[in-house]
């Protein structure tokens, strides 16, 4: 029943994602507001612990999740157009994109690492308190963000396999539409986390 | 409003296509259904959150009393706490009548996500194990008060980190559950049933599903952010590593004050629909009961600082929250008004869900203004962290949470049940409780005046004798409690076959045989009355 109400009403479908995503808003404001508070505390601290960042790393990624939002909207418009061959492609590549956007991650995370800059390590725990939480915010904001950008793969995943059931179709294309409004949050979200934490003067 | 239901559909609870048995309610995606499933849930948290309740009691009757440790009270006080807030108080109406009613009211056949309802479910069942996991692993029980204030929730020993996974988790079902009613209002209204002629426990529930949806993800990163600092140890809350334990207390209340709105205001709209049906009149000030909840819904939400006034926050912050405190008593003394309004020259009856409703206004008057005295700045300073405190939630959730569910229950249980329970015992089981109640919570308001601290598990001999009265009151009320949960439970199967509107009410519900069938209607109903139209209904007997 209800797979057949919602191919008559997308609205509602539309409806209940945008309001999923005030809730994430609201849900990364949290730590936002956080980063705020010990950033006016800290700006010291927070500046020179942003040092520690390659930039070139997070230029990169920004640059590689926004492809991806890109190739996103591209699917949905091909879908939209009925080429349902060429919206699986451009969703494929999006795959592709959030896999070097974490495997970048992945890099980054583990040259901090080596460097003795994680939580609870002795080396951080040896620097000015701004540092501490200017890293502690770091892994936990970046880690959400690379959390949703997992389960956004998992969302097109299923995507992909809907359309070749031939589940989600021009007339029924609620599924990817609201996987790509969700992935153009998670490019949001990623395009504020970049200047607050890399490009610090 | 045509009966346009099929006269002899199956009730909604009987096997449907073959197919009976405690699998296919697990299974089921019907609305009905769903909220019997919370219901069922719920009762059950309910009723283990009283036996730790009088647990408490049993160990403050007397001041020598050695039931327990003080560790074991601390962890009693906590699972209380979460139990009743987290398992009972929030999901409390949202769900079961959210679920059961709503699609109904506003002439529906479901709600709009009918799967992801079903999931709500699972969810909640998913947190609510948790939340029981980590009170038998990993240290035990939590001790830190259902707050987890840092900085001991960083350092207690016990299994905090999946508590509050457990509450982020019960968040999570509380934001699905909102999400699905503000699609369902605004997407599913019968033909005709303009905003202004839904019934104002819609008005509520829409209110408070905003709230979900707004102010949850903070408790939920929140609680997130301490089972990190838990296991990974960040520093965010930890002042050892520059962290500031009063953020926490922010970002804590900012969900928290909201949640005691989500907690009142879909009780405050259910009120309002039952004083019209036993007052035989249209309500009183409509608009003004609608645009209440949700001026209370935006206001609630600014004043959590309220929570902190001795925290050590700043005096400018202190007196703006005090003055936006008080504010929000605006909107709720509306509604008081209102009610008592749609009361005069009314043809009033007074029926068991009336009874209840009435007592309802009485006991939250109580609790509303004995928090002016709370959000008085000066007065604060000595009610902090007393019984005071205690008293005042007390007849707020309990006098108006509590009174108002049982109220639903009592109007809405022949159409869940399609039988009638006994009347006399309701009013037997409402009249103990009512007692038991004044006399368990309103020592506790001079107990608390006179410095009586909350969460200790002794005292002075000095309050010997108030503590013992409230000791007896919150026996009285558990057994008036027993009577009326019994006299619904019994009646379930055995009671009296309950006509399609045994209370005259012209709300959309009513025009549905009870029980309903799986399907409630099979064309929509158009919708040309108001809600509290009561012309040309008479009581059917």
């Known amino acids: 029943m209800s797979s057949h109400e919602h191919a008559a009403d997308p609205d509602r479908g539309r409806i209940g994602m945008w309001l999923f995503i005030c809730t994430e808003i609201l849900l990364f404001g949290g730590l936002f507001l956080l980063y705020s508070v010990y950033r006016y505390k800290h700006p010291a601290d927070f500046h020179a612990a942003s040092l520690d960042l390659s930039r070139f790393a997070g230029t990169l990624n920004t640059i590689v999740l926004i492809s991806s939002s890109l190739t996103a909207a591209l699917a949905v418009h091909e879908l939209r157009e009925g080429r349902i061959a060429r919206a699986k492609l451009l969703i494929g590549a999006t795959l592709l994109c959030a896999l070097a956007f974490l495997t970048v991650k992945g890099f980054e995370w583990g040259a901090k690492f080596e460097h003795g800059l994680y939580p609870n390590a002795p080396h951080l725990l040896s620097l000015p308190p701004g540092q501490i939480l200017y890293f502690g915010l770091y892994f936990t904001m970046t880690g959400l963000h690379a959390v949703h950008v997992i389960v956004g793969m998992g969302v097109f995943g299923y995507g992909l396999r809907e359309m070749s059931r031939g589940k989600v179709t021009l007339k029924n294309p609620i599924l990817i539409e609201n996987a790509t409004l969700f992935w153009h949050l998670i490019d949001i979200i990623w395009i504020f986390l970049f200047p607050l934490f890399y490009l610090i003067s | ?541």
């Open chain 2, 1 to 541: 409003m045509g009966d346009t239901t099929h006269p002899a559909a199956a009730p909604y609870f009987a096997p449907h296509d073959g197919k009976g048995g405690i699998l296919a309610w697990l299974t089921s995606t019907n609305h009905k259904r769903i909220g019997i499933l919370y219901l069922a849930l719920i009762g059950f948290f309910f009723s283990t959150a009283v036996v730790l309740g009088v647990l408490m009691r049993i160990q403050l009757q007397s001041p020598g009393m050695r039931l327990m440790d003080a560790r074991t009270y601390n962890i009693l006080f906590t699972m209380h706490g979460i139990l009743q807030i987290f398992l009972v108080v929030i999901p409390g109406i949202p769900t079961i009548f959210g679920n059961f009613a709503l699609p109904m009211l506003v002439g529906a056949n479901d709600m709009a996500f009918p799967r992801l309802n079903l999931f709500s479910w699972y969810l909640f069942l998913s947190g609510a194990i948790l939340a029981g996991v980590a009170v038998f692993t990993n240290g035990g029980a939590p001790d830190t008060g259902w707050t987890f204030y840092v900085p001991f929730s960083l350092k207690t020993s016990v299994n905090v980190p999946l508590a509050t996974f457990a509450v982020f988790v019960l968040g999570m079902s509380s934001i699905l559950t909102g999400i699905n009613i503000v699609t369902t209002v605004h997407q599913l209204r019968a033909p005709g049933m303009t905003f202004f002629k839904m019934p104002l426990s819609v008005w509520g529930l829409y209110a408070t599903a905003w709230v979900q949806i707004l102010a949850t993800p903070i408790v939920g990163i929140t609680m997130l952010l301490i089972v990190v600092e838990r296991l990974f140890g960040i520093g965010v809350f930890d002042p050892t590593k520059g962290g500031d334990p009063l953020l926490y207390q922010h970002l804590f209340w900012i969900y928290s004050h909201p949640a005691v709105y989500i907690m009142i205001l879909p009780a405050m709209g259910i009120i309002s629909d039952l004083f019209p049906v036993f007052s035989r009149k249209n309500i009183f000030g409509y608009k003004m009961i609608a645009f209440s909840s949700l001026a209370i819904a935006s206001v609630g939400s600014l004043v959590w600082g309220h929570h902190m006034y001795v925290s050590g926050q700043s005096d400018t912050a202190n007196i703006v929250f005090s003055l936006l405190t008080f504010l929000v008593a605006v909107p709720s003394a509306i509604k008081v008004f209102n009610w008592i309004a749609t009361m005069y020259k009314g043809s009033i009856k007074l029926e068991p869900p009336f009874l209840f409703a009435l007592t309802f206004v009485f006991l939250f008057s109580i609790g509303g203004l004995s928090g002016l005295f709370l959000g008085a700045l000066a007065a604060n300073v000595q009610l902090h962290d007393t019984y005071f405190v205690v008293a005042h939630f007390h007849y707020i959730i309990f006098g108006g949470f509590g009174f108002g569910i049982f109220a639903a229950l009592h109007y809405w249980y022949p159409k869940m049940t399609g039988r009638m329970y006994s009347k006399r015992a309701a009013v037997i089981g409402w009249l103990v409780t009512f007692v038991g109640f004044n006399a368990f919570y309103f020592p506790m308001f001079i107990m608390g005046w006179q410095g009586m601290p909350r969460r200790y598990y002794a005292y002075l001999p000095k309050f010997a004798e108030l503590q013992l009265l409230s000791s007896l009151g919150s026996y009285v009320m558990v057994a008036g409690l027993v009577v009326i949960i019994g006299n619904l439970l019994y009646n379930a199967k055995r009671g009296e076959k309950a006509s399609a509107n045994p209370w005259g009410g012209a709300t959309l519900e009513w025009t549905l045989p009870s029980p309903p069938p799986l399907e409630n209607w099979e064309e929509p109903p158009t919708v040309t009355k108001g809600p509290y139209d009561y012309s040309g209904l008479g009581e059917e007997k």
